[in-house]
């Protein structure tokens, strides 16, 4: 069984080498313009008010739509979404597919384990439903995906919380067709793709700010608005 799929797709990205160097410059500039601060060890009690806070506000990005509305796909269960400010055009109500990983990394404890799994099997129906986990639970959403945590996201909640193999094959087998069908295969158009070397006009910076959507780090300065370089 394939363990290691999400490190293929994310390592296999073209000119990955060419962030890589971004990055060490990224890094270099910083050094430059923070100084050095003296090493200072932080205990619980010093991080409390801040963990405290957190945990207070989980439940103001917990959210429930088990059927569609609109442009909102349902779900079957309780999920989190990436921000909260009420009124705000951050108000998200749909859920994010690598924002999701990246939240429930710090929610793998006993106390939300059914918010947790939950939120994976709505990754799974989703693929389930449409073949592909869209960018987010939205139905204009569904041209594009986000960078591929799926079998990370399996293997992390099956050993948190000691799951039993059936549900692991069962998951597995969807993180694979997921693997070979959305990022290996060539069923799923894409605006980049032409029909037999036939040349398609499209708006290439349009696409560029798509890319750096489908990336996860919308928005960010650090592809100079030509993230199709690093993400084809």
Do not use: C
Request: overall charge negative.
């Amino acid at each position: 069984m394939e363990t290691n799929i999400d490190h293929k797709v994310l390592g296999s990205y073209a000119n990955i080498e060419m962030l890589e160097d971004t990055t060490q410059k990224f890094k270099k500039t910083i050094r430059k313009l923070v100084p050095a601060t003296r090493r200072y060890e932080l205990s619980r009690e010093d991080v409390r008010p801040a963990l405290d806070y957190i945990s207070a506000y989980w439940h103001k990005l917990e959210r429930y739509h088990p059927k569609d509305d609109e442009s909102l796909l349902g779900l079957p269960n309780k999920y989190l979404v990436p921000a909260y400010e009420q009124g705000h055009e951050f108000d998200f109500n749909e859920m994010y597919y690598w924002d999701s990983y990246f939240m429930v990394q710090g929610m793998m404890d006993l106390e939300h384990k059914d918010l947790v799994i939950g939120i994976l099997e709505n990754l799974v129906s989703l693929f389930e439903r449409f073949k592909v986990i869209p960018n987010a639970s939205r139905m204009y959403l569904m041209g594009r995906s986000q960078p591929p945590f799926l079998s990370s996201f399996i293997w992390d909640v099956y050993d948190t919380y000691d799951l039993d193999k059936k549900w692991l094959k069962r998951m597995m087998k969807v993180a694979e067709a997921e693997y070979s069908s959305v990022w290996m295969g060539t069923s799923k158009p894409h605006a980049r793709q032409v029909y037999k070397g036939l040349s398609r006009y499209y708006d290439i910076n349009h696409l560029n700010d798509l890319a750096e959507a489908e990336s996860g780090w919308d928005m960010t300065t650090r592809f100079g608005r030509k993230a199709l370089n690093y993400l084809p």
